[in-house]
């Protein structure tokens, strides 16, 4: 439905349109959205853990876990507010390069994403591994703000970004997909942007 | 409260019914769906404007009206100059037009009566807007739950739904308005003229006779960082803070 007395003023050259998914914009800063205050996690205070469902499998704390071999990826992001930003610049832990300091291959085929404030989201194992997930430890070279998701976050780039999970503190594999917070909140179960899928019952 | 069973909620139009300015920057628009809905007191709907060549600009609203109201739904939009959607509605947008949009969305910014309290609501300019759906329908349900409003604009001229806010208030049946203006001298006697900070907060929880239950803050990023790290500082629990915002 044309909406009366708009124009597409702000509509992308076409070279940029092609990397924007379908109802998203570009944008040049960088927006915060998260469901609740902002939690301060020192690195001394840091562990992740890696677990099968209650199971730990393996834990490190900052230092070990800065250890492991560094990756860049630098990606277009998209947040299910219609944002999309270009050329993000990532530095951390491929998720495949925690999984095989862990000496482990995903035993089951989903993963939940735990962050210090209580935050969960699940993401399918195939979308972690194979070089397309991180556990991001620098934005442009820096260490991540607390407000970004610092001191590591997950990276998913090809998902929605809440996705993303902040302050992350563990990867848990699960026997089933288990919706995590904003699934359970009316958010997709996937959440893949270019296939538009926001909230559930989205094809 | 598990939604995954969460009913769809597809692109409807919506006819424009009213238009009302409530600030020099804040206009309401009224719109009678197509396919009213259900929704919750803090849920959002999302617009979409399409361009004649197809291109579309979609934003996110949140309701203003309280969800017992009646089928027309109310978005209060805040202009930004330098905006493509928010403009529109400002320069462009009449009664009788129609609109695309789709709802309600979000489930976690969210409160009902049952959900019990006391609540403490902070908002920072057009933030206010989910939390006077909560008001409105603690009104509307003739709830008893405490409810604190903190309000921040940066003058008088800027506070939005000032004049319900202020009869609510005046009320004195257990909702409580908090106004501050960063930008001008406090009009009312119990306001202030400064940003939130945390003495702020613990004056306005000790109006409610119960520590807060539950807290929402919203608005601008900036301002919710800072909010609710106030709110921390405290003495509120960070797990009992919810918080929408509303990006740059
Ligand atoms: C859950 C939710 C609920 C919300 N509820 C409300 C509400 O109740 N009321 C309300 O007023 N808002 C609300 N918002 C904010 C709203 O969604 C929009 O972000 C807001 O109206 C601005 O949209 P816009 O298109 O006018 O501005 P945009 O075009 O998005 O620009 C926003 C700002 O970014 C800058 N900008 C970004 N891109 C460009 C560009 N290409 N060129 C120039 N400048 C640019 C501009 O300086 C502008 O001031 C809500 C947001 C969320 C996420």
């Given at each position: ?203 | ?197 945390t003495?702020m907060v613990m004056?306005a929880q ?24 106030a709110l921390?500082?405290a ?14």
């Amino acid at each position: 439905m044309v909406t009366r007395g708009f124009s597409s003023g702000r509509k992308p050259p076409t070279e940029t349109d092609t990397r924007i998914p379908p109802g998203q914009y570009l944008e040049q800063g960088f927006p915060v959205l998260s469901a609740g205050p902002t939690p301060r996690v020192r690195t001394e205070d840091w562990s992740f853990t890696l677990k099968h469902g209650p199971r730990p499998i393996k834990k490190w704390n900052w230092a070990e876990f800065n250890q492991l071999p560094l990756t860049k990826m630098t990606r277009d992001i998209h947040c299910v507010t219609a944002w999309t930003k270009f050329d993000t610049a990532w530095q951390g832990v491929l998720v495949d390069d925690i999984l095989a300091d862990a000496g482990i291959e995903a035993p089951t085929g989903f993963l939940l994403a735990h962050g210090y404030d209580g935050y969960t989201t699940n993401v399918p194992a195939k979308d972690l591994t194979t070089g397309k997930a991180m556990v991001a430890l620098l934005y442009e070279g820096k260490p991540i703000t607390a407000d970004h998701g610092g001191p590591a976050r997950l990276l998913v780039p090809h998902l929605y970004f809440w996705k993303s999970a902040k302050w992350l503190n563990g990867l848990q594999f699960t026997e089933r997909d288990e919706p995590g917070f904003w699934e359970l909140r009316g958010y997709h179960i996937y959440g893949d942007p270019w296939r538009e899928q926001r909230y559930s019952g989205d094809p | 409260m598990s939604e995954a069973s969460a009913p769809l909620s597809p692109w409807q139009t919506a006819r424009i019914t009213r238009i009302e300015k409530r600030t020099p920057r804040v206009t309401s628009f009224f719109f009678a769906l197509s396919r009213p809905f259900a929704y919750r007191a803090g849920q959002h709907v999302d617009v979409r404007l399409t361009a004649p060549d197809g291109y579309q600009a979609r934003r996110s609203y949140s309701i203003a009206s309280a969800p017992e109201s009646g089928a027309a739904i109310e978005l209060a939009i805040e202009k930004l100059d330098d905006g493509e959607v928010s403009p529109f509605f400002h320069e462009v947008a009449a009664v009788g037009d129609e609109i695309e949009l789709r709802g309600p969305l979000g489930g976690h910014f969210v409160w009902s009566d049952s959900d019990g309290g006391p609540l403490l609501l902070v908002g920072g300019g057009s933030g206010v807007v989910p939390l006077m759906a909560m008001v409105r329908h603690r009104t509307l349900r003739k709830s008893a739950v405490p409810v604190a409003l903190m309000f921040s604009v940066r003058v008088w001229d800027e506070v939005i739904f000032r004049d319900e806010l202020i009869s609510l208030d005046d009320r004195r049946d257990g909702f409580d308005l908090v106004l501050t203006l960063t930008r001008e001298a406090a009009q009312r006697p119990s306001d202030y003229s400064r940003r939130i900070d945390t003495a702020m907060v613990m004056q306005a929880q000790a109006r409610l006779p119960q520590p807060p239950a539950l807290a929402f803050v919203c608005g601008a990023n900036a301002f919710v960082s800072a909010a609710a790290q106030a709110l921390i500082d405290a003495g509120i629990s960070a797990d009992i803070i919810r918080t929408e915002r509303y990006g740059v």
